[in-house]
């Protein structure tokens, strides 16, 4: 994994982020980056009854060992976060991973798909699944960086495979 010993460069960016498991507390906050995501790879926001669902996935998550939700914070403020399902599969699968404004370029999307990276490993995976908006170059550009790999495309989503590093000893 491509990594940088010093942590996360970039404007306002002083120290390494704190890291924390979502709680109930942070579905606002998970709400309206997971409608931003939505907006990017659909083109438009989501329907009260998408975001229902959507808040209803992410409340189930919160409670499911197979799944984990890890917020990245500084001084106490999320600023980004990835959610990884299937922990308990040989693939799981990146449902998200979103850096809030304010805090993009800065190395976050990079660490996020590190920490993911690193919990699949830790629970036996060969590789990650996830979708990316045909669009999101930055992301795009990201996931070839870590050896990600075209599955399927459509003009909604690009599926893609992304391998897992085996854990060191």
């Given at each position: ?50 975001t ?9 998550a ?18 980004a976060?990835?959610?990884?399902r299937?922990l ?8 998200d ?18 920490r ?54």
């Amino acid at each position: 994994m491509p990594s940088d010993p010093a942590g996360v460069t970039g404007p306002g960016t002083d120290a390494a982020p704190d890291w924390r498991s979502a709680t109930a507390r942070d579905l606002p906050i998970l709400r309206r980056a997971q409608s931003e995501t939505f907006a990017s790879m659909r083109g438009r926001a989501p329907t009260a009854e998408e975001t229902a669902r959507m808040d209803a996935a992410t409340r189930e998550a919160l409670n499911d060992p197979g799944q984990t939700i890890e917020l990245s914070q500084r001084d106490g403020l999320v600023c980004a976060y990835y959610w990884l399902r299937g922990l308990t599969e040989r693939d799981p699968f990146l449902v998200d991973l979103h850096v809030l404004p304010g805090h993009r370029r800065a190395g976050l999307g990079r660490l996020c798909l590190e920490r993911a990276l690193r919990r699949a490993a830790e629970a036996g995976a060969d590789r990650i699944a996830l979708s990316v908006a045909p669009g999101n170059a930055p992301a795009l550009a990201l996931y070839r960086r870590y050896g990600a790999r075209t599955l399927a495309a459509t003009d909604d989503a690009i599926l893609l495979a992304l391998p897992v590093p085996a854990q060191s000893p």
